[in-house]
């Protein structure tokens, strides 16, 4: 059977929608129309109670009450309520943050805002594997520190930090633990209460739901958070965030949870598989390094440098067969290096042939055969003209 390509294995960019996700969602854009808010009529009843049930099912998956579920736009907006939520919320100006330079823009750039408005922020470097060190933690922290930001799984390397770890500091000293957990839950197991997480944000369009809806978990016990509103009016979602809910992303992005509460383990389960595969056969071509390699990683992803290889080229030549993604961010006109593998201690020149490959609930063992082929073709092709190649004029 012919394969239909490009492969995609850009699945921490976005995963497809489950098609069970699809269809527990049409109602609700069409007969279901009702506003969630609306207390009066069948119609909102109706709305409200599905959004409930969602919201049963996305704090299942996480280990969280319902009541500490709020919804967001996604994770970047759930992450900018956490930390200007916090922030706004403690008197003064001076608030101190500490976070890691890999963590995802969401939260880099959400503390760039707090230090223009005063606060101060500490970037903790990482170690080459992509890990940071605890005692490097600990010594951060003073007596304004407020939050501490601290990613489950990095996007681009699959590392997972040691969240029990930095919990158990951030609890030693009472401060508050965010975690952006968006690419680890529904792919590992993820629980705030054993975590000891406080503040959670998570998308649903990076566990197989739609774009556009995302929560954040904000911790009600041992201790109660308390955060300012980023968005007035209304008061929905317990005063946290105000605006009609998006009542079909809401009930995809409760399907998409039960769905991964259900099949998570088996899934992790076969897609570490295909991606060992993947990574023991382009092995064998030697000059190859695995970015994160031997430390805990999500069991889906991938980051590889190829040694002797042309990224631009490559992207170009693979192309049409495999949808993936570079190390690296063009922007405007340049190539910027990816500041996570740069922060491992990476070299612009690796970097630029480094990629990512991320596989998913959809990916076949064909799929993936597939990739390695093309891969592995390419990267012999590059090698080859390096080594006999056209004369250069210097
Ligand atoms: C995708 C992603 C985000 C942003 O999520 P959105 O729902 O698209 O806003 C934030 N953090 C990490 C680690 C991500 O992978």
Known sequence: MALKLPVYLDNNATTP????????????????????ASKTHSFGW??????????????????AHPQEIIFTSGATEAVNLAVKGVCDNVAGSDHHIITVVTEHKAVLDTCKHIE???????????????????????????????LIAVMYANNETGVIQPIREIAAIARKYGILFLSDATQAVGKIPVNVQMDSIDLMAFSAHKLYGPKGVGALY?????????????????????NMRSGTLNVPGIVGFGKACEICSNE?????KRLSKLRNAFEVELLVLNDISINGEDIPRLPHATNISFGYVDGEKMIFEAGSDIAFSRSSACTSATLEPSYVLKAMGISDEAIHHSFRFSFGRFTTEDQTNHAIKVISKIVKEHRHERDHGHHQIV
Not at 17 to 36: I, T
Not at 50 to 62: C, F, G, K, S, T
Not at 120 to 146: C, D, F, Q, R, W
């Open 17 to 36: 929608m489950d098609p069970r996700v699809l269809d527990e969602m049409l109602p609700y854009f069409s007969e279901k129309f009702g506003n969630a």
């Open 46 to 63: 109706e709305a409200e109670e599905a959004v409930d049930i969602a919201r049963e099912q996305v704090a299942a998956l996480v280990g």
């Open 116 to 146: 223009k408005t005063g606060g101060n922020v500490t970037y903790l470097p990482v170690k080459p594997n992509g890990l940071i060190s605890l005692k490097e933690l600990e010594s951060a922290i003073t007596e304004n520190t407020i």
């Open 218 to 238: 904000v911790r009600k016990k041992n201790p109660s958070v308390t955060l300012t509103a980023q968005i007035d009016g209304g008061g929905h979602e317990r």
């Open 264 to 268: 998570m383990a088996a899934d992790s």
